[in-house]
């Protein structure tokens, strides 16, 4: 562990590093969701997080930082919130992304493989990004021993996530700090299944 590691709440001028985190956690689901080169989702990604759109925004993320550098990004909130936030993230697509490229958006999430990300009874995280030259340093496993104290706050007694069946280093982290394959969703895109995983606190 790393006891210099320190984690706020985020801040709407963290725009610019927020969208460079949440891009890297998403992998290729934000390439096949925005439809853009890497520069234009991290902006569209950025704008996004500044407005508090949903699930893209400020409101339930949270950064860590060491030596006073932003190292990594947390996003997570109760289960029983992510429709909700869904719902929220849809008219702040249309201003950032213009009508078209909003549809489109929002018919390529629907047609995502899968079911349920999480339950009622779960605190989830939708992402966790470290910075790649900041990684092997613990600060993933501290952020999530954070979403696991915030899980206690909210009186859940499960953590849950889903990772890329591709994501193999990240899998292997969440293995080491405890959480199970629960699930596993298959698409001919490989690149949009996944392993939905669950911690019991």
């Known amino acids: 562990m790393n006891p210099g590691l320190k984690i706020r709440a985020a801040q709407p001028t963290d725009a610019s590093f927020a969208a460079s985190m949440i891009y890297l956690s998403m992998d290729h689901l934000a390439d096949h969701l925005f439809q853009q080169n890497q520069d234009d989702i991290e902006a569209a990604i950025g704008k996004l997080f500044a407005r508090n759109a949903g699930r893209f925004g400020y409101k339930y993320a949270y950064v860590a930082e060491f030596e006073n550098e932003s190292v990594g990004l947390l996003i997570a909130s109760r289960g029983d919130r992510i429709d909700r936030l869904n719902l929220e993230t849809i008219p702040h ?24 990300e999480a339950y009622a009874d779960e605190f989830f995280i939708g992402n966790l990004g470290i910075l790649p030259s900041k990684q092997g340093h613990s600060f993933g496993s501290q952020m999530l021993t954070y979403a696991e104290e915030l899980a206690r706050e909210n009186n859940l007694k499960k953590c849950s996530l889903i990772v890329g069946w591709h994501n193999t280093n990240a899998r292997r982290l969440y293995e080491r ?25």
């Not at 697509?93 to 349920?116: C, D, S």
């Not at 699930?183 to 895109?189: F, G």
């Open 177 to 201: 700090t405890g959480y199970k394959i629960v699930e596993t969703v298959q698409d001919e895109n490989e690149n949009l299944g996944y392993y939905r995983m669950v911690k019991v606190l």
């Open 93 to 116: 697509l249309v201003a950032v992304l213009g009508f078209a490229r909003a549809i489109g958006f929002i018919r390529r999430g629907v047609g995502l493989p899968g079911g349920r």
